[in-house]
């Protein structure tokens, strides 16, 4: 399993087989380090291959878990890389890709961090987790916390898409709609800790959620060669995130970094690019300031609620990743996020969510800039189901045809 545990800005070592959340020393979040050295030739593509396990779990060896009896699974992962038609909309893009991370358990990329992170919490002796969430994450929670046997406590916006809201009812966590931001949410979650002895799950705020989010790196690499028809592991060139807390971007990195050390592929790295939206964009504001660290983005609002973070831990972390993979950051208004999922539903038969509907908005937009070739391998991300956002798409006024009248087809021409 892991060897250490240690603060992503100063350094500093953490007991990683207690419970830990920030760190003790400045208060950022707190990575895992294993040993990849010593699992050099036996934990191998091949081997990884040769697993019959379906889910994300099959990369065991650089996760957080000390015995596979630990885990808790509701089989996350393995989810499928998408090929987009180049016709339409979608002209020129020859190479252009979806990673569906829908297909998931709750219908969205949280199960994976998730999976992890109870596990892990579980295995260290936690019986309650609490978070703060505006959308899928709180679904996510719900039903891992339900098959690890732990209570789970959510702080959700009030204006939270229902679908998440009952999803996380139904699943019998304890459910709190709050009158403010996820920002706000979390602060009563950092005061009830203290007081209800809760295990506290938010974004960043535990070392292992990222360790679950990682896996979707190591799938691309997997899933890249398999359609390219090689053996040998490959990135994209590309890669379209839609960023909210930035937990799958740090872990995607992370995980780029660890093949490498094992010895699974080469320096090179795919430019990244941060997708928010425009009325809530602190780290696209940042990464145009050159800064290293972003302000609080007041009055947040938009439709996407997975992006609706105006102040994100990681905010560093996710900079970092953006000056090292030389990539970029932009955001979209809710206008054209929503036309976007729109287009990738009639063009491409994908039905995505808001925060996916950004991502091929703004990678037309750089495609018209000139900054990113439309035949490069791009993926874009989509992070969740569109099916929970349908209070988004009123369908209006809709015919009703009397099926009793026999010239009842005749208006269709």
């Known amino acids: 399993?892991?060897?250490?545990?240690?603060?992503?800005?100063?350094?500093?070592?953490?007991?990683?087989?207690?419970?830990?959340?920030?760190?003790?020393?400045?208060?950022?979040?707190?990575?895992?380090?294993?040993?990849?050295?010593?699992?050099k030739g036996t934990f191998t593509p091949e081997v990884v291959r040769g697993r019959s396990t379906r889910s994300m779990w099959r990369f065991l060896e650089v996760m957080p878990v000390a015995d596979p009896a630990e885990i808790v699974s509701l089989g996350e992962g393995q989810t499928p890389l998408l090929k987009c038609r180049p016709h339409g909309a979608f002209e020129g893009f020859s190479n252009l890709w979806v990673k569906d991370e829908s297909f998931?358990?709750?219908?969205?990329?949280?199960?994976?961090?998730?999976?992890?992170?109870?596990?892990?919490?579980?295995?260290?002796?936690?019986?309650?987790?609490?978070?703060?969430?505006a959308g899928n994450a709180a679904g996510a929670a719900t039903y891992y916390a339900a098959a690890a046997g732990m209570d789970c406590v959510l702080f959700m916006p009030e204006d939270t898409p229902p679908a998440n809201i009952i999803e996380s009812a139904v699943g019998g966590a304890r459910v709190h709609l709050v009158n403010g931001l996820i920002g706000d949410c979390g602060?009563?979650?950092?005061?009830?800790r203290e007081r209800f002895g809760w295990f506290d799950l938010s974004t960043l705020k535990e070392p292992f959620r990222i360790e679950g989010k990682k896996t979707m790196g190591y799938e691309l690499a997997f899933d890249v060669?398999?359609?390219?028809?090689?053996?040998?592991?490959?990135?994209?060139?590309?890669?379209?995130?839609?960023?909210?807390?930035?937990?799958?971007?740090?872990?995607?990195?992370?995980?780029?970094?660890?093949m490498e050390q094992l010895g699974w592929i080469g320096s090179e790295r795919p430019r990244m690019v941060v997708v928010q939206a425009e009325h809530c964009a602190p780290v696209v504001r940042?990464?145009?300031?050159?800064?290293?660290?972003?302000?609080?983005?007041?009055?947040?609002?938009?439709?996407?609620?997975?992006?609706?973070?105006p102040a994100a831990i990681g905010d560093f972390l996710m900079l970092q990743v953006l000056s090292e993979?030389?990539?970029?950051?932009?955001?979209?208004?809710?206008e054209e996020l929503l036309a976007g999922v729109r287009e990738m539903a009639g063009g491409q038969g994908m039905f995505l969510c808001p925060e996916a509907g950004a991502v091929w908005a703004a990678a037309k937009r750089l495609c018209d800039s000139g900054w990113l070739d439309a035949e490069e391998r791009i993926v874009l991300f989509n992070?969740?189901?569109?099916?929970?956002?349908?209070?988004?798409y009123p369908p209006g006024d809709l015919p009703t045809l009397d099926h009793t009248d026999p010239d009842c087809l005749d208006a269709l021409g």
């Open 286 to 309: 940042a990464f145009e300031k050159g800064a290293d660290s972003a302000e609080m983005f007041e009055n947040a609002r938009t439709v996407a609620s997975g992006l609706r973070v």
């Open 187 to 192: 602060k009563l979650v950092g005061t009830g």
């Open 325 to 334: 993979s030389n990539g970029t950051a932009l955001a979209v208004s809710d």
């Open 1 to 39: 399993m892991h060897s250490s545990l240690n603060c992503a800005a100063c350094g500093s070592d953490h007991d990683v087989d207690q419970l830990q959340n920030l760190c003790k020393s400045c208060g950022k979040p707190l990575l895992v380090h294993y040993d990849l050295e010593s699992l």
């Open 383 to 392: 992070t969740g189901s569109g099916l929970k956002y349908n209070h988004l």
């Open 104 to 133: 998931n358990p709750t219908g969205s990329f949280k199960a994976r961090g998730m999976s992890a992170a109870v596990t892990r919490a579980r295995a260290l002796g936690a019986t309650s987790v609490a978070l703060p969430s």
């Open 225 to 258: 060669a398999d359609a390219s028809g090689v053996n040998e592991l490959q990135l994209p060139d590309v890669i379209f995130y839609p960023t909210g807390g930035g937990t799958g971007l740090i872990g995607m990195w992370k995980a780029f970094d660890e």
